[in-house]
């Protein structure tokens, strides 16, 4: 559904990302695990338009996405969940949902109050704090508005940048049970993790980032995990030496 | 009503302008410390235009208000990129140097037998359109009052609409705004255009109250003031930064008592509500809670 080819996206003369290609199946859980600085977050922002790819390709659903505005990837069934949850905080839980949207608000008025009706169903929380500033909510209510916020934009698949980030364990049982969800509704789901033993539980396929390339593809029970998730953790292949 | 408070009253109205361009841009997230460089390009345009060319004052205010409106598009289009500080620092050297230029300005031709036009840094005289047309200042602060509700209601009714969100949502956190498909460059560049468009309403209004202007008069302390009232009032709505000006000028000049000490008050008021209500009086949450309140006492009252 989502093939990225030999993206290269630099800050300056730094390349982040020097050559990655990894691609997310439909209906399916793909999970990318990597260190911190391995280039996860550049290639989730490169996908989404906000960074642009200085080579590459990134193709939905045989579409060429690179050099397309946000609001061009947006609409053709992309959504980002940002890492930090990145939330509007001075603005009310409701506004923020309505902000996922933001796309069709004046076209599609009725199908944005179904929509938002929707995840306040599936977020019971959210109808709770409905009127709260989001940034009053908790890290988790955070996370959980963060994923609301990118359902509404109605995506085909969702891309999603560490939700665990900071939570506490019970809270990432229950956001990685949502995602769960959401894939047996139908969403494809392409998961950026440090939290390798949680998210090896759900995805279905997973790849290894480690500065800026992809080292490792596979599929998780494999006999290579252990080292993986080590390499995930610590960087480098030196973590091999026992 | 005494000539001395319809004085105080056009000054509240004429600077509010330069708060609302300055709001305009703090809801936007960019702190901007060059707004009195839209306000002076449009005091000296439309000035230009009405003493200068003989042109009716709102074909002046219109030409002065759209050549601040498109300096200011063009200022942002290399400078939306910058934040925090280093586009407080690129603003504030744009204004620098249009100061410096209107200095350099020496443009005089002869009008009915008189030399009429800007004079570097003495300035420009002669703006006296209104009083050529016998317009009264209770009739001028009537024309400032106009213009300032038109732009206070343009400002409210633009909060409620698809862009209203889309401004405050760049100003709150412009990566998950661009990720839900906001275009944040030309947001923010007509949030500048937008800005530099009523600050030139102000500079042009200031510009034939006034009937003289020069350079210095627009320096970075005006452009302190303005961004100082929308910090003071409050970044919760268009009204928030009127507050701020009524407080300042209303209240701070205007009492006899602070004659002498109106800065050091001024500089105090704004470090102590920066650590006390950073977001201003008439902040998001006390705005929320006075919408609600008027809504529930118009249920009531039904």
Redesign the interface.
């Known amino acids: 559904m989502l093939v990225i080819e030999n993206i290269v996206t630099a800050y300056g003369k730094i390349e982040a990302l020097r050559g990655v290609s990894m691609e997310a199946q439909e209906g399916r859980i793909t999970c990318l695990l990597g260190p911190n600085g391995a280039g996860k977050t550049t290639l989730m922002y490169t996908v989404a338009g906000i960074l642009h790819a200085r080579r590459g390709s990134v193709r939905l659903q045989g579409q060429e996405l690179v050099g397309k505005p946000s609001s061009e990837i947006v609409r053709r069934g992309l959504a980002l969940v940002p890492e930090n949850r990145l939330t509007f905080p001075e603005v009310s839980v409701r506004e923020n949902l309505i902000a996922g949207a933001y796309l069709r608000l004046t076209r599609d008025k009725a199908g944005v109050a179904e929509d938002l009706e929707r995840q306040l169903v599936r977020f019971p929380r959210l109808r709770e704090r409905i009127n709260q500033d989001a940034g009053t909510l908790s890290g988790g209510e955070q996370q959980m508005l963060a994923v609301a916020r990118a359902l509404m934009a109605r995506p085909r698949i969702l891309l999603m940048d560490e939700p665990s980030l900071g939570l506490a364990p019970l809270v990432v049982e229950e956001i990685f049970r949502t995602i769960h969800e959401l894939n047996a509704e139908g969403v494809t789901v392409l998961l950026v993790e440090q939290n390798a033993h949680m998210a090896l539980q759900i995805a279905h396929h997973f790849y290894l980032l480690e500065q800026g390339r992809i080292t490792f593809s596979g599929v998780p029970g494999a006999l290579q995990e252990d080292e993986v998730i080590h390499r995930a953790y610590l960087g480098g292949s030196g973590a091999s030496s026992h | 009503m005494s000539d001395y408070l319809i004085g105080v009253l056009s000054n509240i109205g004429m600077i509010a302008f330069l708060a609302l361009s300055a709001y305009v841009l703090l809801v936007t997230g960019s702190i901007s410390f060059g707004q009195q460089a839209y306000f002076a390009i449009s005091a000296y345009g439309s000035g230009i235009a009405t003493a200068m060319w003989g042109w009716p004052l709102w074909l002046g205010m219109l030409w002065g208000a759209a050549l601040a409106g498109l300096a200011a598009a063009l200022v942002a289009v290399p400078t939306a990129r910058l934040h925090g500080l280093y586009f407080a620092v690129a603003t504030l050297a744009f204004a620098e140097m249009v100061r410096l230029l209107l200095q350099m300005l020496t443009w005089q031709i002869d009008v009915d037998g008189t030399l009429i036009g800007p004079m570097g840094s003495e300035g420009f005289r002669e703006i006296r359109y209104i009083y050529a047309h016998d317009i009264s200042a209770v009739q001028f602060m009537l024309l400032i009052y106009g213009l300032l509700g038109l732009v206070v209601g343009g400002l409210t009714l633009m909060e409620r609409t ?1 862009l209203g ?2 401004l ?2 760049i100003g ?2 412009e ?9 944040v460059a030309a947001c923010k560049i007509f949030a500048a255009a937008l800005s530099g468009i009523i600050a030139g309403i102000g500079g042009a209004l200031y510009a034939h109250l006034i009937t003289y202007i020069e350079p210095a008069l627009f320096n970075v302390m005006l452009g302190v003031h303005g961004l100082a009232y929308g910090l003071i009032g409050g970044l919760g709505t268009a009204v928030g930064p009127l507050l701020g000006v009524v407080l300042d000028i209303g209240f701070l000049e205007s009492v006899r008592a602070f004659a002498g000490y109106r800065m050091i008050v001024f500089g105090g008021l704004v470090a102590l509500l920066l650590i006390v209500r950073p ?1 201003g009086l008439l902040d ?2 006390t705005v ?1 809670r006075i919408v609600r309140r008027l809504i529930r006492s118009d249920h009531v009252a039904h």
């Open positions: 698809r969100l889309a405050r949502m709150e956190d990566i998950p705004a661009e990720a839900l498909g906001v275009n977001r998001e949450v929320h």
